[in-house]
């Protein structure tokens, strides 16, 4: 695998966390996720941190251009020299411009963007079936890994709860946000090239091997 950048993308539920933390295990290249970096940056309240706090104490959005310095500024750690993953960005067309020209500037090439793409039933099935334990925080659900018995956590008995926004409903406008906001990100990536479906509805570890190995072609 040459030096690289990727992006991976995928819909809520499609476990594009899971596939990009196997990823930067087996190549030893960090994973980056904005959520936290920008959580750290307002946590050692650096000038683009406290713009980011300020914003996200009055409701507002994060300005792009906050992020997009916080990101550089990750990229430009000594642990991204041989590849990264980006997890959770870009999420708009003017993100994907930045990164392009960010790579293009520090002479790398483009990204791989890699998108998992998971069957929307499934995705429904794998989001309205979670059901957390109140306990201790054990994940099941009700279709793929259900306890042993109904509503009750196998490990300590504690009940079982659904998220509040876990709902059909919910969940449906989740994923409709989600492919609108990503679909102009895919064609952007599929006009250069540079996009690479990955069928994510097979398990986990079916997902990852196979993106292994087409990695280690690439
Ligand atoms: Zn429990």
Do not use: W
């Amino acid at each position: 695998m040459r030096a690289h950048a990727m992006i991976f993308l995928g819909a809520p539920g499609a476990g594009k966390g899971t596939q990009a933390r196997e990823v930067a295990k087996h190549f030893g290249i960090p994973q980056i996720s904005t959520g936290d970096i920008l959580r750290d940056a307002v946590k050692r309240q650096t000038p683009q941190g406290l713009v980011a706090k300020a914003k996200m104490e009055s409701g507002g959005l994060v300005p792009d251009e906050v992020v997009c310095g916080i990101v550089e500024g990750r990229v430009g750690q000594p642990d991204c020299q041989r590849g990264f993953i980006l997890d959770g960005f870009p999420r708009t067309l003017a993100q994907a411009e930045f990164v392009n020209q960010m790579l293009q500037a520090k002479g790398r090439g483009r990204p791989q963007v890699l998108d998992i793409e998971v069957d929307e039933d499934l995705l429904l099935k794998r989001l309205t079936g979670r059901r957390t334990c109140s306990l201790c925080g054990e994940i099941y659900n009700v279709h793929f890994n259900p306890p042993k018995v109904e509503g009750v956590c196998d490990k300590d008995g504690g009940k079982l709860l659904q998220r509040a926004d876990d709902n059909e409903a919910t969940i449906r406008q989740r994923l409709d946000a989600y492919h609108n906001q990503t679909s102009p990100l895919i064609e952007y990536y599929r006009r250069q090239g540079v996009l690479h479906d990955i069928n994510g509805n097979a398990e986990p570890e079916v997902i990852a091997k196979g993106l292994l190995e087409f990695l280690s072609q690439a």
